[in-house]
T-cell receptor
């Protein structure tokens, strides 16, 4: 199993550009998450999904959109990139929401907005 | 959002030394988790704690769920160079199972 995969690994955007960060998991997990990690900080939850067709906001959803059309994929969309969105983005998945269902993280996407 | 205060921010220790770090919150947490993040990688779960007072070990790592449910501690004994990385605490509020809140991390450096 590949686990959680994310593409691209690195990206530089200009202010106002848009892009989609891809996330795929092959563990048949229902729950998927997007986090951002700013330098020297912990992870903050952007959006999460409890299954195909169901998404909900996390702690810092502004400026982002998500969709979940399949169990495997959970893309994150930035419509109008801003310098404040410069961060490392992690996708994660788990079998359930409760803590005993371990979250497995992807390797991250490092995004810079200039 | 919830604030998890993790300390220390960074540590420089000699190989073989023991390490302690902690995480505190103003809110009551139902669950405490400890993760390790290697450079360029996502976090990996080390230990999960589910009950106040619980003490759990994973090899040389030991973590405790504080009695007040507002703090947690991680100890690493006899550190080795591969312990280098960033250690994060994370918690799940007692009234909201949907979200995890992360501390800002403790960066551990081990000198051989």
């Amino acid at each position: 199993n590949a686990g959680v995969t994310q593409t691209p690994k690195f990206r530089i955007l200009k202010i106002g550009q848009s892009m989609t960060l891809q996330c795929t998991q092959d563990m048949n997990h229902n729950y998927m998450y997007w986090y951002r990690q700013d330098p020297g900080m912990g992870l903050k939850l952007i959006y999460y999904s409890v299954g195909a067709g169901i998404t909900d906001k996390g702690e810092v959803p502004n400026g982002y959109n998500v969709s979940r059309s399949t169990t495997e994929d959970f893309p994150l969309r930035l419509e109008l990139a801003a310098p404040s969105q410069t961060s490392v983005y992690f996708c994660a998945s788990s079998a359930g929401l409760a803590a005993y269902n371990e979250q497995f993280f992807g390797p991250g996407t490092r995004l810079t907005v200039l | 959002g919830q604030q998890l205060n993790q300390s220390p921010q960074s540590m420089f220790i000699q190989e073989g030394e023991d390490v302690s770090m902690n995480c505190t919150s103003s809110s009551i947490f139902n669950t405490w988790l400890w993760y390790k993040q290697d450079p360029g990688e996502g976090p990996v779960l080390l230990i999960a704690l589910y009950k106040a007072g619980e003490l759990t070990s994973n090899g040389r790592l030991t973590a405790q769920f504080g009695i007040t449910r507002k703090d947690s501690f991680l100890n690493i004994s006899a550190s080795i160079p591969s312990d280098v990385g960033i250690y994060f605490c994370a918690g799940q509020l007692y009234y909201n199972f949907n979200k995890f809140y992360f501390g800002s991390g403790t960066k551990l450096n081990v000198k051989p």
